[in-house]
């Protein structure tokens, strides 16, 4: 069964760090984009962070210079590095990727920052 497992959620004070990690399981052929989408108590789901099968990257404007998402291509991992977090970062954060095709979503993590 192909899925994917995120890691790495939890609750820090305003300014701290984290890290979510994400693995892609099961009979993967292709990975292509793969991306970091959170949502907040009555908010829509929003995209944070993605990457594609080349490399590029892109951020939502409001974790630019402080989040960075990374990839480990032979590991079949994504992972979003949180630095200065603040409250307003607190929601469930999903990984999301295009596997053999298809668009699979992780089953989140919760990140809470609290002030």
């Known amino acids: 069964q192909v899925q994917l497992v995120e890691s790495g959620g939890g609750m820090v004070q305003a300014g701290g760090s984290l890290r979510l990690s994400c693995a892609a399981s099961?009979?993967?052929?292709?990975?292509?984009?793969m991306a970091w989408h959170r949502q907040a108590p009555g908010k829509q789901r929003e995209l944070v962070a993605g990457?594609?099968?080349?490399?590029?990257?892109n951020y939502a404007d409001s974790v630019k210079g402080r989040f960075t998402i990374s990839r480990d291509f032979a590991k079949n991992t994504v992972s979003l590095q949180m630095n200065s977090l603040e409250p307003e970062d607190t929601a469930v954060y999903y990984c999301?990727?295009?596997?053999?095709?298809?668009?699979?979503w992780g089953q989140g993590t919760q990140v809470t920052v609290s002030s």
């Open positions: 999301n990727a295009v596997l053999n095709g298809l668009t699979r």
């Open positions: 990457m594609t099968s080349s490399g590029k990257t």
């Open positions: 099961g009979r993967i052929f292709s990975i292509d984009d």
